[in-house]
């Protein structure tokens, strides 16, 4: 791994909230391990080794019933580690790949059987070299027929230059951290209005998820970015999700290592009434990502 790498938390404390009862954690990741499923030579950053085992035990550490894995930018296009950590889930996560542009129908539909149910596009240029509108068009044509989603994770500059495309795009929308907020700004401010106007597209959902990211104020209460993340929750209940964000990716991290136990603990100042906390942890996941199945 890289010499100035941060290994995730061996030992979080126990959350004092208690998630309700179907709890999904809703974004994480798993960085190999190296040996069986390398890295990709075009990757920015090198990680730790962070494998299924260990994120199904902080899964039930913490009290949640099921993981959506995310495809880790390291890994570049090859999912191998996600699709073995759901294959070995046994139907308790799903997952969101990054797939080339001329992926076959066939690889889809392993994919698809394996568990995932979205893609990613990344538009964060410090961690990928973003492509045309119309690789990013040809793949959503390619998912269509198996009803997936598409993440977008971007940064809050980004949103006007990407403004025309995105609000063109057909397919439920998930946004990835809120679109990176500046929080040392006014959450009534312009900028983040910006983002609120985008959400108001009834196909669009938003993770209330990474305040060791974009905090300044830091561990372990994150001032700043709660009220941001309580903003979209209370008014857009029904299209919002969370996670921890494990093995927590380092880039633009705040110089620490969170404890996933406080970040759990979070969850009620971002979502402080029970109904709120079960549609962000329960509902919402589950419709999206199990349609037809109870938490």
């Known amino acids: 791994m890289d010499a100035d790498w941060l290994c995730f938390d061996p030992a979080p404390s126990k959350p004092a909230f208690t998630p309700p009862p179907g709890a999904v954690d809703a974004h ?29 035990e902080l899964r039930d550490f913490l009290g949640f019933s099921r ?5 880790a930018t390291c890994h570049g296009k090859d999912n191998g580690a996600v699709i073995d950590a759901l294959v070995h889930a046994r139907g308790r996560a ?8 001329d992926i076959r129908e066939d690889e889809l539909a392993a994919m698809h059987e394996a568990g995932v149910r979205g893609v990613r596009f990344n538009y964060v240029k410090r961690l990928v070299d ?3 509108d119309s690789y990013y068009r040809a793949i959503i044509d ?29 397919t439920t929308l998930v946004v990835d951290h809120m679109g990176r907020p500046d ?10 209005a910006s983002f609120l106007t985008f959400m108001e597209r009834r196909n669009v959902w938003s993770k209330v998820t990474c305040p060791e990211r974009l905090s300044k104020s ?3 209460s994150y001032d700043d970015f709660v009220p941001f993340a309580r903003k979209v929750v209370e008014r857009f209940p029904d299209r919002v999700l969370w ?30 009434t029970a109904e709120l906390q079960r549609k962000l942890l329960v509902d919402n996941p589950m419709r999206l990502y199990w349609p037809g199945e109870t938490g």
């Open 94 to 101: 799903r997952g969101v790949a990054d797939v080339r542009g």
């Open 218 to 220: 830091g561990p372990p």
């Open 67 to 71: 993981n959506v894995i995310v495809q």
């Open 130 to 132: 973003p492509r045309p």
């Open 28 to 56: 994480c990741h798993v960085f190999g391990p190296g040996d069986a499923f390398p890295f990709a030579p075009e990757r920015r950053y090198t990680p730790c080794d962070a494998g299924r085992d260990a994120l199904y």
């Open 243 to 272: 996670g921890t964000d494990w093995p927590h990716p380092n880039l633009n991290m705040v110089g620490h290592m969170p404890d996933d136990g406080k970040l759990v603990d979070l969850i009620p100042r971002i979502a402080p």
């Open 142 to 170: 390619r998912i269509a027929a198996f009803g997936w989603h598409v993440v977008i994770y971007f940064e809050a500059a980004d949103l006007a230059e990407k403004w025309d495309f995105f609000t063109a795009l057909p």
């Open 183 to 192: 929080v040392t700004k006014d959450p009534e401010g312009p900028e983040f």
